[in-house]
C-alpha cells in the first residue's frame, strides 16, 4: 500500500488544511454527481408526458442512485489506496485515502453506510416496483462493490464504459420510467442513450488521464488499449452520438448550447497532453449531459 504523508506531498499539505467534512466531500467526487441523478430525472420526465409521476418516487430513486454512486466512489478510493494505485505521481483528482488525509478503514464504512441507504430506499422502490426494481437494485449495488473489489476489479478491465452506458443511461432511465408506471417504448430506450454515452465519456476521460498509472498498475482499460489517438477519437464520438440521438429526441435550436458546448470538449480533448489539465473537463462533461437533457426538456416550449 502506498500512502504519502501530508509533510511529503504539496497538494496533501494543502489539503490537510482543509475542515474534515469538506475532505469528505472530496472523497465523494460530488462534482459529478449530477451522473447518477440526470438518468433519474430524464426517466421521471419520459413518465410525465404520459402516464405521470411521483414526486417521493422521484426523490428515493435520487437518494438511492446517488448513494450508489457516493458509495463506489468512496469504497474506490479505499481500495485503490490499499493496492498502491493511486501513488503520489496520480494526475487526477487527489484521493485522500492514499494521501493518508482520511482512514481507509474509515471510508470503508462510510461506502458500506452509503450502500446501506441505497438499500433501505430500494427496498422501498422494490415494494412499489416489484421484482424489476429489485433486481436493478441488487445488480446496481453488487456493480459498486466489485467495481474495486474482488480478484478482477472491473474498474480496471476494458468493458467499463459499457456498463456505464447501461447502468447509468439504459437501465436508469428505464427504470425510472417503469417505476412510475410508463410504458417502455423506444424514446426511453434512445433517451438512456444520450444520457448514457456522456456518462461513458466521463470514464474514459479518466482513465485516459490515468493510462501510464494504471498501466503500471497491470490495468487494462478501453483507453489503454485504444492508446492515445484512439482515445480521444472516442470521447468525441461519445458526446456527438449523445449529441444526435438528443436531437432525435427533440430536434430544436433548444439543443444549440449542449451542442457548443460538445464540440468544445471534442476540440479541447484532441488538444489536451495526458496531464492534469484534462481533470478540468469532467464536470464540463457531466455538463454536458445535463444541458442535453435540459434541451429536450425545453424543446416543447421552445419549439412547439
Known amino acids: 500500500m502506498i500512502l504519502t504523508s501530508a509533510s511529503s506531498n504539496p497538494v496533501a499539505e494543502r489539503l490537510a488544511r482543509l475542515p474534515r467534512p469538506l475532505l469528505w466531500v472530496i472523497a465523494a467526487r460530488l462534482k459529478t454527481l449530477s451522473l447518477s441523478q440526470v438518468p433519474v430525472l430524464a426517466g421521471t420526465w419520459l413518465a410525465a408526458q404520459g402516464s405521470g409521476w411521483r414526486w417521493d ?34 494526475l487526477g483528482p487527489p484521493r485522500l485515502t492514499a494521501l493518508g488525509l482520511l482512514d481507509g478503514a474509515k471510508v470503508r464504512r462510510a461506502a458500506a453506510l452509503a450502500f446501506g441507504v441505497a438499500a433501505v430506499s430500494g427496498a422501498w422502490l422494490a415494494l412499489v416496483g416489484g421484482w424489476p426494481i429489485l433486481l436493478i437494485g441488487v445488480l446496481s449495488l453488487m456493480l459498486g462493490y466489485f467495481y474495486s473489489m474482488g480478484p478482477w476489479p472491473m474498474s480496471g478491465l476494458p468493458f467499463g464504459e459499457l456498463l456505464v452506458i447501461a447502468f447509468f443511461g439504459l437501465i436508469a432511465v428505464a427504470g425510472t420510467a417503469f417505476l412510475h408506471g410508463a410504458a417502455l417504448a423506444p424514446r426511453v430506450g434512445l433517451m438512456g442513450l444520450m444520457v448514457g454515452f456522456p456518462a461513458a465519456a466521463v470514464l474514459l476521460l479518466n482513465n485516459h488521464r490515468d493510462r501510464v498509472t494504471d498501466s503500471l498498475a497491470g490495468r487494462r482499460t478501453l483507453a489503454i488499449l485504444l492508446g492515445v489517438t484512439g482515445a480521444r477519437v472516442l470521447y468525441g464520438v461519445l458526446l456527438s452520438v449523445a449529441l444526435g440521438l438528443a436531437w432525435r429526441l427533440a430536434p430544436c435550436v433548444s439543443l444549440l ?17 495526458v496531464c492534469v489539465a484534462l481533470n478540468r473537463l469532467l464536470a464540463l462533461t457531466a455538463a454536458a449531459q445535463m444541458a442535453l437533457l435540459a434541451g429536450v426538456v425545453a424543446a416543447p416550449w421552445i419549439c412547439p
Not at 58 to 87: E, P, S, Y
Open 57 to 90: 418516487l422521484a426523490l428515493a430513486a435520487m437518494l438511492a442512485a446517488g448513494a450508489i454512486q457516493i458509495g463506489t466512489n468512496l469504497w474506490n478510493d479505499a481500495a485503490d489506496a490499499a493496492r498502491g494505485v493511486d501513488g503520489p505521481d496520480r
Open 257 to 273: 448550447p449542449a451542442a457548443l458546448l460538445v464540440g468544445g470538449l471534442a476540440w479541447a480533448m484532441a488538444r489536451t497532453p
